[in-house]
């Protein structure tokens, strides 16, 4: 079993960033592949990132791609991901989830994930 806490959210105006940690207990994030999504109002959680465990490749969403980065640190059993130049329309819960995922095509796919976080909010004013 796999427990997911994530932080770092908050409030923060058009073009500035934030860091969310997704933090494991529980067991450690060895042989999992960590993905972030995200949901607004009145819309459907949808794929933002993803590390895939063996090899550690990394994919994203169009929508975020370039301003986005997702990272893990093993030795602190936590995955990251840096938001930069934030929109007001990345507005949304931010929940970050494990499974044991080894391809891409695969993992952008929440179906995929077994374990979830219980999500944090990011909210960008104009």
């Known amino acids: 079993q796999v427990q997911l806490v994530e932080s770092g959210g908050g409030l923060v105006q058009a073009g500035g960033s934030l860091t969310l940690s997704c933090a494991a207990s529980g067991r450690t994030f060895s042989g999992y592949t960590v993905g972030w999504f995200r949901q607004a109002p009145g819309k459907e959680r949808e794929f933002v990132a993803t590390i895939i465990w063996s090899g550690g490749s990394t994919y994203y969403a169009d929508s975020v791609k370039g301003r986005f980065t997702i990272s893990r640190d093993n030795a602190a059993n936590t995955v990251y991901l840096q938001l930069n130049s934030l929109k007001p329309e990345d507005t949304a819960v931010y929940y970050c989830?494990?499974?044991?995922?080894?391809?891409?095509?695969?993992?952008?796919?929440?179906?995929?994930?077994?374990?979830w976080g219980q999500g944090t909010q990011v909210t960008v004013s104009s």
């Open positions: 989830a494990a499974g044991q995922i080894r391809t891409v095509r695969v993992a952008i796919s929440s179906r995929a994930y077994n374990y």
